[in-house]
Structure formats: C-alpha cells, structure tokens
C-alpha cells in the first residue's frame, strides 16, 4: 500500500504543471506558493493567529520580489499560464510585481488586525491574473 501511495505521488510530481522545466516551472512553483500563503493567511485571519499571517505574507514578499525576474521575455509558452502581454507592458506588470511585495510587507506589519492588508494583497494578485494570465476554463 505505501509503495503505491509513493509511486502516485511521484506521478502527480513529474506531471505536475503539464511537464513544465526551466523557468516556467520555477515560476508556477512560486505561484503555486503564492497561493499556498495567501490560503494560509485567510485560515490564520480566521483563527486569529498573526504570527501565521506574519510568516505567510513574508514568504509572499519574498516571492513578489523576484517574480519580474521570472517572467523573461519568450517564455511564455504552453503550459505558462503567462500572457505575452507582460512584454508588451513590462512596466505595469514589473508595477504589480513591487506593489505585492509592498502590501505583504504591510500585511505583515499588520498581522495583528490584518483584513484590510489581506484585502488589498488579494487585489492586487486579483489585478494581475485579469491582465497577464490565462484565463482558466472551468
């Protein structure tokens, strides 16, 4: 039974992000992580737990610092749920990249009444995906 378990897993990990490599996989993993925190954050708002938003907004700080750094010119293929228009306006998307590390800074700083800062964290990522990502077919 746990041999089964290992080998579903290991399957789910080399199919995860269609078979993606290289910088797109680096990317989608921080993303994926992203959205890890941003998950972690609203359930410790709930349980009133600022410590584990404190610790949540700052992995995603540390994430929204290098995400332009991840979004390289060409790399916007299948399976990248990147949009080409990030080239096309570097500048607004590089804008949404400081902005987030602004406001999980500030989430961070605010873990002790944190709605507000979680609020417009989750805009901002909310502005992004409707500008530079695929939309997702449900």
Do not use: W, Y
Not at 62 to 85: Q, V, Y
Not at 103 to 109: H, P
Not at 113 to 119: L, V, Y
């Amino acid at each position: 039974m746990k041999r089964t378990a290992v080998l579903l897993l290991a399957g789910f990990l080399l199919t995860a992000h269609g078979g993606a490599t290289g910088i797109v996989k680096q990317r989608m993993d921080a993303m994926v992580d992203i959205g890890r925190a941003t998950k972690a954050i609203r359930d410790a708002i709930r349980r009133s737990e600022p410590d584990a938003v404190r610790d949540a907004a700052m992995r995603i700080a540390g994430h929204a610092a290098e995400i332009p750094k991840l979004f390289p010119d060409g790399s916007f293929h299948h399976p990248s749920e990147a949009l080409p228009a990030i080239s096309a306006d570097r500048a607004a998307f590089n804008a949404l990249a400081a902005k987030l590390a602004v406001a999980a800074g500030e989430l961070a700083s605010s873990a002790d009444a944190p709605r507000e800062a979680a609020q417009r964290l989750a805009d901002i990522c909310k502005q992004c995906h409707t500008r530079f990502r695929l939309e997702k077919k449900r």
